[in-house]
């Protein structure tokens, strides 16, 4: 791994020590500054803002942006705060995420290891979620939507991120288990596992760095969706990106800058929370070959 | 990949695929083609006739459209510019200095630079807009202590400098995906090589260029092409920042928010679904050949670094 006779730029030359440490706080501080701005002026009351200073620390902490965001702030024509919101982003992205990652390693199973034909054709179908604009297929989804009878539901949020979730998926497993030695599948169909064994007692337990970096992507592309949200969901099936939109984008009454700092730290603690409890298996999923050509 | 020793009649594998394919042809293969369909059509006294190819000549020809189509293209290939020359060297620099050994608290770096790219552009957008403002933000203040006040202008404001600031705010966010994925590409770098060169003399920066870089070459092309891709079909941050207009001026306007206006309409001008179309094939159509420059042309040739 990174080992430690790997020789770089840093040959104990202090100067250019001193030159990496400086260049690394210097952006360490340009990425967190703006977060220290959000969290600190979330915790003051509004007249502190209007006092003009976004970066001093409050002088009277209060956490009342944080309830009011959560559960009083005016969002539409409703003053419910963001908690249903928040609760309906669950609702949606963790059925969606689990789906998603099962039909991407079953297909990555299934590309990779029982080649059959057409199997190119199937992939490069499925790799066309990957990079087509999603705003393409927002009309003609919106009436298949409506067809299902689930347009402006959860299960329909859950039905459109699921499918387009596959198609990285689909990638990423794909290219984990390209790299899965075939004798070892060879070896327990000799045994007589079947086509699920194989995938559950061997594929599977093996799969644990690309399950994570799947997981990530998907999670976190799903829950910052605004686009599908925006277009699909109906009124109460708003997920909370939209609604957060609705809170800091509303033009009617004051500003009140706290609540919608408060209500976008809100939002950003789930992919904050999963990044945390998972990131650390990321970069080694990420060098076991989610992404290569 | 090998295939499994006996052939077979493998009815698991139709069975598995069947929903799945089912599935994803009517929510994402049908409605894919059927846009590509619409985009020839039109509408004439509320009738839906076929119009060939006449969609895309208003667009591209017809100066209703095609100012504002040239002019959110432009834009966009300029935003991409921007991520190309910014971010992609930023990232790898800062994988190249994360990945030197003995670094103190190299996990905190990563994480404190990755952290935007998981948040939402909402959150991104409006944080940034607040401290660009002229009235509340603190960046005319931290110009003022070091004395460069003169520098300030309210830049998201102004049609010259909006798009640029746009594309620096989308980079701050995004430097963190290239960061990730050259720094995994250099771990995986086997200790050998760097050892085999290390006997030929080869250290320190030498071994970064001449060594490592060749050696991550796909990965800077897989990640042009993200880029290449995620920019072109941008959309939520200039919508969010600067709403469905991509003001000031139409001057942040790129594909995205151009087609999100001509399909859903926007203030008086009403939804044309056709022309939408064809925006929407058009902006297919510049992803599928910058896809396909790379596939056939790029990654060949970078695959024969490969090792």
């Known amino acids: ?293 | 990949m090998a295939t499994p020793s006996k052939p077979q009649f493998r009815w698991h594998i139709a069975v598995f695929l069947a929903p799945a394919v089912l599935v994803y042809t009517a929510v994402m293969i049908y409605p894919l083609f059927n846009t590509l369909r619409l985009s020839l059509f039109s509408e004439v006294d509320q009738d839906r006739v076929w119009v060939g190819l006449q969609n895309f000549r208003t667009l591209f020809g017809d100066a209703v459209w095609s100012d504002q189509f040239w002019n959110a293209l432009a834009n966009n290939a300029w935003f991409f510019m921007i991520h190309m020359i910014v971010q992609n060297p930023i990232g790898v620099a800062l994988a190249a200095i994360l990945s030197s050994p003995h670094l103190r608290f190299s996990a905190f770096y990563r994480s404190a630079i990755f952290i935007p790219t998981i948040l939402s552009f909402v959150i991104v957008g409006f944080a940034w807009k607040l401290i660009l403002s002229p009235i509340w933000g603190i960046a005319p203040g931290m110009l003022d202590s070091i004395g460069l006040k003169f520098l300030y202008q309210p830049w998201l404001g102004k049609e010259e400098y909006a798009l640029t600031t746009l594309s620096l705010v989308s980079v701050w966010q995004y430097v963190g995906i290239p960061m990730m994925l050259i720094y995994a590409a250099l771990l995986s770098i086997p200790d050998e090589i760097l050892e085999a060169g290390e006997c030929d003399g080869i250290t320190g920066m030498a071994a970064f260029f001449k060594i490592k870089l060749p050696l991550i070459l796909p990965s800077i092309g897989i990640i042009s092409i993200l880029t290449f891709v995620a920019n072109f079909n941008a959309f939520d941050l200039i919508y969010a920042a600067q709403g469905a207009l991509a003001g000031p001026n139409f001057s942040t306007d790129i594909l995205g928010t151009f087609m999100y206006r001509t399909f859903f309409g926007f203030q008086l001008q009403l939804g044309d679904p056709h022309m939408g179309s064809a925006i929407a094939s058009a902006m297919f159509g510049v992803i599928l050949v910058g896809v396909c420059i790379y596939l056939f042309g790029i990654q060949r040739r970078l695959r024969n670094y490969q090792f």
């Open chain 1, 1 to 293: 791994m990174s080992g430690v006779s790997q020789d770089n730029a840093v040959t104990g030359n202090r100067l250019t020590r001193a030159l990496i440490y400086t260049v690394l706080i210097f952006f360490v501080i340009y990425y967190l500054l703006p977060l220290y701005v959000m969290v600190v002026n979330s915790l003051k009351p509004l007249d502190e803002i209007r006092g003009g200073n976004l970066m001093a620390l409050p002088q009277n902490w209060s956490l009342q942006p944080w309830r009011d965001a959560w559960s009083a702030a005016q969002i539409g024509v409703e003053p419910t705060g963001l908690k249903p919101y928040f609760a309906n982003s669950f609702k949606i992205v963790v059925p969606a995420v689990i789906l998603s990652t099962i039909v991407g390693a079953l297909n990555g199973y299934v590309l990779t290891k029982c080649r059959f034909r057409g199997a190119n054709v199937v992939f490069a179908l499925l790799l066309l979620s990957c990079f087509i604009p999603f705003q393409i297929v927002l009309i003609p989804a919106a009436r298949i939507l409506g067809l299902l009878g689930i347009a402006g539901t959860i299960k329909g949020l859950i039905l459109i991120h699921f499918v387009y979730g596959i198609g990285f998926s689909t990638l990423f497993f794909r290219n984990y288990y390209a790299a899965f030695p075939t004798e070892l599948i060879g070896a327990a169909q000799i045994d007589g596992a079947t086509f699920f064994q194989i995938f559950t007692r061997i594929l599977l337990p093996n799969s644990g760095p690309i399950i994570v970096v799947t997981v990530i992507w998907q999670f976190t592309n799903q829950w910052n969706d605004f686009l599908f949200g925006a277009s699909f969901s109906g009124f109460d099936s708003t997920p909370m990106t939209v609604a957060l939109n609705n809170l800091v984008n509303s033009s009617t009454g004051v500003k009140e800058y706290n609540v919608h700092f408060a209500g976008a730290i809100l939002a950003a603690l789930p992919t904050l929370f999963v990044y945390v409890v998972s990131g650390r298996y990321f970069v080694r999923g990420l060098m076991a070959g989610a992404v290569k050509g």
